[in-house]
């Protein structure tokens, strides 16, 4: 590989280190979904509900930062609640 330019090094290890960072960011939100899920299957609507607030706030965290599109992001929430919803009924 070439040697590279200092601002082309730089930029490879700040994409690098966003890169990680955005996977991070979009693990929590795969992973708080599926709790809620595991807890709608369970029938628990309370725990959902507090555990979706949780979810919420990451969801809209990953927006702020472009890391997911805001109607990406609408879309994961209505689904979600819905499902909670549904538990009432």
Avoid: C, P, W
Wanted: aromatic share 2%; hydrophobic share 35%; charged share 40%.
């Amino acid at each position: 590989m070439a040697k590279g330019s200092r601002s082309a090094l730089k930029n490879q290890r700040k994409s690098e280190k966003r890169r990680q960072d955005n996977k991070v960011l979009k693990t929590r939100i795969k992973t708080s979904a599926k709790k809620i899920i595991t807890l709608v299957d369970e029938k628990n609507q309370e725990k959902a509900a507090v555990e979706y607030i949780q979810f919420s706030s990451i969801v809209d965290r990953a927006v702020k930062n472009d890391i997911i599109h805001k109607n990406n992001a609408a879309r994961k929430k209505a689904r979600l609640q819905k499902k909670i919803n549904s538990i009432g009924k």
